[in-house]
């Protein structure tokens, strides 16, 4: 597949990512997700070495915004473990997309007195989840940024 079918796969994915999180962003986020996810992939496939000046312009400048957008996307989990114990006290926070995988991090990235291991059990616990998204004007405006992004990318394509 050339650079033009991946750009042009890129921006249907943004169009079909902002109409769905304007439709719903909470029920439909698991589908933003593997469009996200695809969207991601192609980004990685693009040759941006023959790319043309002018494109690679507004590539560059789609690929500042599309990753500060992506990252709004993911939840923020939030964990404050009190101590019941000899162990320390423990917070910290991290951006991940599910629950699990912020459990993941949060056990193999908790540094303290190796003497103590911290439970799965525990850490799901003391979990917090918020979203960066958080309101309805906030979710509108993502899903836009999404779409205007997808027809930026649609009609200058042409210079590739």
Known sequence: M??????????????RVGNLAA???????????IFLEETKE?????????????FRKTFDKFLKEYFLLEKESKKKYLIYIKSHCEAPDYENETEANNKNEAV???LNNINYNNEYKWSRDMVEKDLLE???????????????????????????????
């Open 130 to 160: 918020t979203e960066n998204i958080k309101t309805n004007e906030e979710k509108l405006k993502w899903a836009e940024e999404m779409m205007t992004w997808g027809n930026i990318l649609t009609h200058r394509v042409k210079i590739i």
């Open 2 to 15: 050339n650079n033009k079918a991946k750009i042009l796969d890129i921006a249907m994915n943004l169009n």
């Open 23 to 33: 439709d719903d962003y909470e029920k439909k986020k698991k589908r933003i997700d």
């Open 104 to 106: 993941n991090y949060f």
């Open 42 to 54: 192609y980004i990685d496939s693009i040759d941006k070495s023959s790319l043309s000046n002018s």
